[in-house]
């Protein structure tokens, strides 16, 4: 099976801005999560998307949008770039193996750097 | 303080060393633990994931889970130049939410 894609892999954008990310799941996962990584605190959570309706979501400003459509393939936005924004975007598709537990497949990441 | 808590290192060890890497938690509502690898400019991957208290072994790497003492550890044997990467632990709750928490990740290199 083909892993997580996500493109484009490095995305430079000015402050400002607004930038679409996209990511395509493995085949037959429906859940598709969104983290943010960054050096000084890490991996953190953005949404949850299962079936095109957003079932979690982090702490994060409503800058920070997303989306999924009826082939589990999932978009994030985030509009108006800060500098701060300047992070590794990583999306995780995830299946579930046991009651609540999920093991998740993380794609490569798309670095965004914001000027 | 936040949940779950990891040394970011880095980590520096000879091939052929036993390896240590530890997270400690606040949360006891916390039940599945889990190890992602993350090597430089990938994704993390899952390597283990182990629930409530106990150890699980697979090949060189050995999970641990003590819930009294609310910590955890990953334990890698002759360590290979090729662990060299970042480990990063992840908790869950029971019957709560299932989106893990992550420790920040400990930066391990294993020199030749």
């Known amino acids: 099976k083909a892993g997580v894609t996500q493109t484009p892999r490095y995305l430079i954008k000015t402050r400002g801005q607004q930038v679409t990310l996209s990511c395509s799941p493995i085949?037959?996962?429906?859940?598709v999560s969104w983290y943010q990584q960054t050096p000084g605190q890490g991996l953190q959570f953005l949404f949850e998307?299962?079936?095109?309706?957003?079932?979690n979501k982090g702490n994060f400003p409503g800058r920070f949008s997303g989306r999924q459509f009826s082939n589990s393939r999932s978009e994030m936005n985030v509009s108006t770039l800060e500098l701060g924004d300047s992070a590794l975007y990583l999306c995780?598709?995830?299946?579930?193996?046991?009651?609540?537990?999920?093991?998740?497949?993380f794609g490569p990441g798309t670095r965004l750097t914001v000027t | 303080q936040k949940e779950v808590e990891q040394d970011p290192g880095p980590l520096s060890v000879p091939e052929g060393a036993i390896v240590s890497l530890n997270c400690t938690y606040s949360?006891?509502?916390?039940?599945?633990f889990m190890w992602y690898r993350q090597y430089s400019r990938k994704g993390p991957e899952l390597l283990m994931y182990t629930y409530s208290s106990g150890n699980k072994e697979d090949g060189r790497f050995t999970a641990q889970v003590d819930k009294s003492s609310k910590y955890i550890s990953l334990f890698i044997r002759d360590s290979q130049p090729s662990d060299s990467a970042t480990y990063l632990c992840?908790?869950?709750?029971?019957?709560?939410?299932?989106?893990?928490?992550f420790g920040r990740g400990t930066s391990l290199i294993v020199h030749p």
């Open positions: 995780a598709s995830s299946l579930e193996v046991a009651t609540s537990v999920y093991e998740q497949y």
């Open positions: 992840a908790m869950t709750r029971s019957g709560g939410s299932y989106i893990p928490t």
């Open positions: 949360n006891s509502a916390f039940q599945y």
């Open positions: 998307y299962f079936s095109e309706t957003q079932r």
């Open positions: 085949s037959g996962h429906r859940s």
